[in-house]
C-alpha cells in the first residue's frame, strides 16, 4: 500500500514541488556563509539543499519514469545524514543555551522528514556497489572539508565542540552509507521485486 502511495504522480510532483522550494530556501538561508566561502569550497558548504537538490533530480527523473542511480546514492546518503545531523545540532543547542526559538524546531521538523523521506524511496532506486562508492566518497570528502578545513554549518554557540561534532559527523557518514547499503543492495538482493513504478 505504502509503495503505490509513494508511487502515485500526484504524490510525487507534491514532494518535488515541496523539495524545489525547500531547496530554494535552504541555498537563501546559506547565502551570508556562502558569501563568505572561498569558491573552491562553495559546493561542499550547503549541505542540507545539496541533499534536497540531489533527491529534487531523483523526483524529476521518477516522474518520467527513469532512474538516476548515481543521484539517488547521493540523495538517500546526504539525506539521511544532515538531516539527522540537523536535529542532533538543533538538540544539542537547545541542551547548550537551554532554549530553542521557533526556527530551531522548525528546522528540527523539516530535516526530521528530509531524512525520512529519501529512506522511504529505497525500493525505487536502482543502486549499485559503485553508486554506494561514489556517493561514500563525496558525504567523507564533505566532512574533511567541513572539519578540517573549517567551512562546516555555522552555530555560534556550538562552535567551542567542534571536535567532537565533526567526530559524531564521520561516524554519522558511515552509518548513512551503511544504511543506503542495506536498503538498496543487500535488500534487492534477498528479494527481487524491485518492478515496483510509477503509475
Request: no cysteine.
Amino acid at each position: 500500500m505504502i509503495k503505490y502511495i509513494l508511487g502515485d504522480k500526484r504524490v510525487l510532483w507534491l514532494l518535488f514541488i515541496i523539495n524545489f522550494f525547500g531547496t530554494v530556501y535552504g541555498f537563501y538561508w546559506y547565502r551570508y556563509q556562502m558569501a563568505e566561502t572561498p569558491a573552491l569550497f562553495l559546493p561542499f558548504v550547503p549541505d542540507s539543499p545539496t541533499a534536497t537538490l540531489f533527491f529534487t533530480i531523483v523526483l524529476l527523473f521518477f516522474l518520467f519514469r527513469k532512474n538516476a542511480p548515481y543521484i539517488e546514492a547521493l540523495a538517500v546518503i546526504s539525506l539521511f545524514k544532515y538531516g539527522v545531523w540537523a536535529v542532533a545540532m538543533n538538540l544539542l543547542t537547545l541542551a547548550v543555551e537551554g532554549s530553542l526559538g521557533w526556527p530551531g524546531y522548525m528546522l528540527m521538523v523539516s530535516h526530521g522528514a528530509m531524512a525520512i523521506q529519501g529512506l522511504l524511496y529505497a525500493p525505487f532506486y536502482k543502486i549499485a556497489g559503485r553508486h554506494i562508492a561514489v556517493a561514500a566518497v563525496w558525504v567523507l570528502h564533505n566532512d574533511i572539508i567541513d572539519y578540517v578545513f573549517g567551512q562546516m554549518p555555522v552555530y555560534s554557540s556550538l562552535m567551542t565542540y567542534m571536535n567532537e561534532i565533526g567526530y559524531f559527523t564521520f561516524w554519522l557518514s558511515i552509518v548513512s552509507i551503511g544504511l543506503a547499503y542495506i536498503l538498496t543492495i543487500k535488500a534487492k538482493n534477498r528479494s527481487m521485486t524491485s518492478n515496483i513504478w510509477i503509475h
